[in-house]
């Protein structure tokens, strides 16, 4: 359950959401998406972006709300790719809704090389199953990334991979978010990865699931800056620390 959660974040902000399991990460990023969770009933409140409101709406027309507006990396990577579709097609059919564009094919090669996933035929036509599962998290990636939202939701989209790989793909989301400039929220479990993605930082607390932290004066700007040598500067140290210490009291309450 999560209750008061309330907030408003500007346009562009990048924030990173930590707290142990069960705070009510998922539910707030699902509720964002204009979702409520199989099984759970929203009891009161409204969630509006960009203007529009997305809550209390059928399923149907928070789609047509949401449409580009905001695009969302679940927290299980299979549940975002179609086990039966090619990875091309992941991609470019998302771009076919959201987009009229001609070049749809020039723009999935973009994105799955933005990415940082062979762009050719021959991995384009492989099925998920036939991925990694950190090439699965980038092919999820990518497809959100493709239509450029204004808002991009990740639930722990770096989860599966390895320590190069995940640093590599947090150095890349920054890029990203130069490129394009979303309003950024990442789910994460990893405090300093939320210290090197976020310039906001929210800490969540168990039952009721409420954002216990806002935290924003104090995290460092690292953006630009690989997230190896952000993590040697005093401020990017002092930072984790102070954030790190916060959880800690959370978690003790
Ligand atoms: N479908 C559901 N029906 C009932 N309760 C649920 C459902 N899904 C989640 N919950 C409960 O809601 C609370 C918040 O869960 P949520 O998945 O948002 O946590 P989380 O912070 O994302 O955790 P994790 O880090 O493990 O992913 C938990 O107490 C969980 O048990
Ligand atoms: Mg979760």
Redesign the pocket.
């Known amino acids: ?2 209750e008061d959660v309330s907030f408003r974040v500007a346009r562009g902000e990048v924030l990173g959401l930590v ?12 509720a964002l998406v204009g979702y409520a ?4 009933r929203i009891a009161g409140g409204t969630v509006e972006v960009a203007g529009k409101l997305l809550s209390g709406l059928p399923e149907a027309d928070v789609r047509r709300q949401r449409g580009r507006l905001i695009s969302y990396v679940p ?1 299980d990577p299979a549940a975002a790719l179609n086990p039966s579709v090619r990875v091309g097609d992941q991609v470019a059919h998302m771009l076919r809704r959201h987009v009229t564009s001609a070049d749809v094919e020039q723009r999935v090669a973009e994105t799955l090389e933005l990415v940082q996933l062979p762009s050719g035929r021959e991995f384009r036509r492989r099925f998920p199953h036939q991925l990694s599962g950190g090439q699965q998290q980038r092919v999820a990636i990518a497809r959100t990334l493709a239509i450029e939202p204004r808002i991009l939701l990740m ?2 989209p770096f989860s599966a991979l390895d320590e190069p790989t995940r640093l590599e793909m947090q150095e890349l989301l920054v890029g990203i978010w130069h490129r394009i400039q979303p309003t950024i929220f990442c ?1 994460t ?1 990893s405090v300093a990865e939320a210290v090197y993605l976020g310039e906001r930082l929210w800490i ?1 607390s ?2 009721p ?1 409420q954002i216990a932290y806002d935290i924003r004066d104090e995290i460092p700007f690292s953006a630009g800056i690989p997230p190896l040598k952000a993590q040697e500067q005093p401020e990017f140290k002092i930072a984790t620390a102070a954030v790190t210490e916060a959880f800690r009291r959370v978690l003790e309450e």
């Open positions: 359950m999560v707290g142990e399991s069960g705070s009510g990460k998922t539910t707030t990023a699902l969770r199989p099984g759970i927290q639930d722990e789910v479990h969540f168990q039952a699931g």
